[in-house]
């Protein structure tokens, strides 16, 4: 548990601390933030991802990862894209003449993420943003809302969310044919645990991704709470070519993972872990790990 985390869940439990916490932050938050290059517009009624953006206390070993391994050539799927923090990463590297695709189904997100894919997209850039859930099937979901972490929207009801909305879905390969994108160089997923779903429903252009990176959480709970064993899931990662590491720490250090078991044990709960998956070039390249 990070820092930030411990102050949010632990010191700032008793709902009347939040509530005035969450206050002060959005009163705070700017319009926009600049990372080196990159420029992410905020959701001001976000004081979760937008206030720790803020703050730059969010994902500071996921973002060291993705700017040390993203490549300006890459090919970039953004499952999750929310208000485009990985986008904008990968659109403002240097040179950058490859393809980004956005899929961010909760519409308040997409007003901040059409925002920052404008800001940070050069003339002529293929970036595309897609207002669809990826999922294993197309069909018809309800996405549940958390009013103060936009990043925490999930396809299942829970506690801490309060309120839906009505959201369209389709698979991964699906939606890839559909823009021209027959493999993928570099995915991220953050869907608060859809994964396996997602995952499901990209076997065919994943398969055809040889050279692919993969970053997202791994939550056993959130998984089994969408109908998916995170056993069978690690396995299906296994069987697409990927050798999976576990990612921590704000350097952004790669762990081998022994045993799915042994990280399913580690993660029970509110536990999670970050994970990377590399196949092909991806893999060979840190073959040393």
């Known amino acids: 548990m990070s ?20 206050g002060v932050i959005r009163a705070l938050l700017p319009q926009r933030v600049r990372l080196d290059a990159a420029s992410v517009w905020l959701n001001p009624q976000d004081p979760v991802v937008s206030g720790a953006l803020t703050f730059r206390v969010y994902e ?11 490549r300006a050539d890459m090919t970039f799927v953004d ?3 929310n208000v485009g923090l990985y986008s904008a990463l990968a659109l403002s590297t240097p040179g950058f003449r490859g393809r980004v695709l956005a899929i961010e189904p909760h519409r308040e997100s997409r007003v901040y993420l059409e925002k920052t894919i404008r800001g940070n ?3 002529g850039t293929r970036a595309t943003i897609v207002g669809l859930a990826a999922s294993d099937r197309a069909e018809t979901l309800t996405l549940y809302q958390n009013p103060d972490n936009k990043g925490d929207n999930r396809l299942y009801p829970d506690a801490l969310l309060h309120g839906g909305e ?27 645990g859809a994964e396996a779903k997602v995952m499901r ?52 250090t790669l762990t081998a993972i022994r045993t799915p078991r042994e990280l399913v044990e580690r993660t029970q709960g509110r536990r999670y872990a970050n994970l990377v998956g590399l196949k092909g070039e991806a893999d060979a390249v840190n073959s040393g790990i």
């Open 166 to 192: 009505t959201v369209e879905a389709d698979t991964l390969d699906n939606i890839c044919r559909q823009h021209g994108i027959d493999s993928v160089s570099f995915i991220k997923i953050d869907v608060q």
């Open 121 to 123: 997209a050069a003339a």
């Open 3 to 22: 820092v930030a985390e411990f102050i949010y869940t632990v010191l700032l439990k008793p709902p009347p601390l939040r509530r005035a916490a969450n």
């Open 201 to 252: 429903g990209a076997r065919g252009v994943l398969r055809a991704s040889s050279d692919c990176i993969l970053m997202t959480e791994f939550w056993p709970y959130g998984l089994a709470r969408c109908g998916a064993d995170a056993l069978d899931y690690l396995e299906m990662l296994r069987d697409l070519g990927f050798h999976l590491y576990q990612l921590s720490g704000n350097q952004g």
């Open 60 to 70: 500071r070993g996921e973002i060291r990862f993705f700017r040390s391994r993203f």
């Open 79 to 81: 499952v999750g894209a």
